[in-house]
């Protein structure tokens, strides 16, 4: 065993695969249909690193390595839930505000049970504090601002493991109530109707009387006229037929509004009017809006699009909805056309799969400097958000743009999926290998049990906080929230495990991605603060 730590000790890349590699393949093992997934990863890493102290080697993945991880898991985060961060960030205020206010409270907490019931030293609450959020920068913010930072390290070696674990059970409570949700995407599908008003309305008429947009389709006059693309501005009248797009509610809304449903079907018709999914791999398309491609497709070809897919969902497509690399859009168009607009917007599978380097290099270059730029802090001294922070940041920004002049900044979902799972497996293996040795250490201390016990009080505070305050003062549903409560905890384990048990939800992302930015420069504060008490 000695021959093995010492050959994966010489050996940090291969370490780092073989932690990723071994850690997932009993991540993926599941009791009583709960697994670890990603964090299987993080405790592997311990172990080994553990047993390595125990045999006299430092087995151990490099820092760096753990930095490109989480700046690469970070980027793509953000890249993939740009465009629904600003969307809501006006609802993410409040969570925001209480999520600090949390933050507060459990401080407060930590520096009344480690001072006046363990009597620890204040460096040694600080590193608990920020083990119990597990949040490396707010170690480094502690341990600076106590003056002692290996002690603040011993308290973050014991604390962070129920940090990790702990806020996974909180996570999982959330994901019991997914049940009740009501924020799920609606499905869309589509409706024939037969026409029975006489008043010859717009078709702008109807749409201004529903409470959310639907797509009409097709338009046929009579039973063997010619189908065509409505617009808003056309007249419909008795007997027409027409295909309309949107979720059951809005189609039985507008059935009571137009007619009756009928058993003809338009889209079965294909003589004149096609439909095709397509992807989009043009790079001059992603970014745009549908409304802005819509224009170009109905004045060269009289198309339509009337859904977008992205990843598992299919959604509206709304005018001002923006197109990514990768999307899948269901082009209503003459038969006669299609291979001109396939042609058009790309339809190629390289474009589900494409990293964009330029976005990707330049998007987390940026977002590391981002993060090294240092902010001063009240009454003197500065603190950095760090590159994590920063890389997260960029790509929100990059995914909300979409592109730069010519340049698409956007990456597609599959990509950012796919490149955030890979950083987040090296940084957990990192972040294992580094608190692992330490462990050892901390134990033999003599004072392991104090601290766990108030890295426990930390971050049952959050977690209990958190949770009643989302749920009871923001409605939000259990699926956001475990993601929310991954993103205050700052902790990808946890959003690896909430994904783990949604299927990758996308709700489980905008949650994290909504607080983890101003999460991570608050434990920073708080750490620093608590640590110069």
């Known amino acids: 065993m000695h021959d093995v730590l010492v050959f994966l000790s010489e050996q940090p890349v291969l370490l780092a695969f073989f932690l990723m590699g071994f850690g997932m393949l009993w991540g993926h093992i599941k009791i009583k249909g709960i697994s670890l997934g990603a964090a299987a990863v993080l405790f592997t890493a311990i172990i080994i690193a553990a047993l390595g102290q125990s045999y006299g080697v430092e087995v151990s993945v490099p820092h760096e390595i753990g930095i490109l991880g989480l700046a690469i898991f970070a980027f793509s985060i953000g890249n993939n839930s740009g465009p629904s961060f600003f969307a809501n960030i006006k609802r993410a205020i409040g969570p925001m505000i ?13 520096l009344v049970l480690g001072r006046y019931v363990f009597d620890m030293d204040i460096a040694l ?5 920020a083990g119990a959020v597990t949040n490396t920068p707010a170690l480094s913010a502690a341990g600076e601002a106590s003056g002692n930072p290996s002690l603040a390290t011993v308290g973050y070696s014991i604390s962070y ?12 409570i959330a994901l019991r109530q997914a049940a009740n949700d009501t924020d799920a995407p609606e499905p869309v599908t589509h409706a024939n109707l037969r026409v029975d008003r006489e008043d010859r309305p717009h078709l702008g008429e109807i749409a201004g009387l529903l409470r959310r947009p639907v797509e009409f389709s097709r338009l046929r006059r009579g039973e063997t006229g010619p189908i065509w693309i409505p617009t808003l501005d056309d007249i419909i009248e008795k007997d027409d037929l027409i295909t309309v797009v949107g979720t059951p509610e809005q189609l039985e809304h507008v059935t009571r509004l137009v007619g009756h449903r009928s058993s003809h079907s338009l889209r079965s018709d294909r003589r004149h009017l ?31 699009i009337s859904r977008v897919r992205r990843g598992d969902n299919d959604m509206l497509a709304v005018p001002d909805f923006l197109l990514e690399m990768g999307d899948r859009v ?11 607009i396939s042609r058009f917007l790309g339809d190629s599978s390289k474009g589900m799969t494409d990293i964009n380097p330029v976005a990707l290099g330049l998007g987390i270059a940026f977002g590391m400097v981002l993060g090294m730029i240092p902010i001063p802090l009240p009454g003197g001294g500065t603190f950095e958000i760090g590159a994590a922070a920063g890389a997260l940041i960029v790509g929100l920004i990059f995914g909300r743009i979409g592109r730069i002049g010519p340049q698409v900044v956007a990456l597609p979902n599959t990509t950012c999926t796919v ?8 940084f957990l293996a990192q972040a294992g290998t580094n608190a692992g040795g330490l462990i050892i250490e901390a134990f033999a201390s003599g004072a392991w049990v104090q601290i766990l016990v108030l890295g426990m009080a930390v971050t049952l505070t959050i977690a209990a906080g958190t949770y009643v305050a989302m749920r009871r003062i ?19 384990a946890v959003l690896a495990f909430a994904n783990s048990r949604t299927n990758a939800d996308p709700r489980v992302a905008l949650g994290y991605a909504l607080v983890y930015p101003m999460a991570m420069i608050g434990k920073i504060l708080v750490a620093t603060v608590l640590g110069s008490m």
């Open 98 to 110: 209480t999520m600090i206010i949390v933050y507060l409270v459990s401080a407060a907490v930590a």
């Open 125 to 129: 609450i600080g590193g608990t504090w």
């Open 161 to 172: 493991l129920f940090g990790v674990v702990g806020m996974m059970g909180a996570a999982l």
């Open 274 to 304: 096609d439909f095709r999914r397509i992807t989009i791999s043009e790079a001059k398309i992603a970014g745009q809006t549908v409304e802005e491609v819509e224009e170009i497709l109905d004045e060269r070809w009289g198309a339509a």
């Open 330 to 340: 269901r082009v209503i168009a003459p038969t006669t056309h299609m291979k001109d």
């Open 419 to 426: 490149l955030a799972e890979m950083g987040l497996l090296l």
């Open 474 to 492: 923001f409605s939000m549903g259990g699926t956001q929230l475990s993601g929310l409560l991954a993103g205050v905890q700052t902790q990808p």
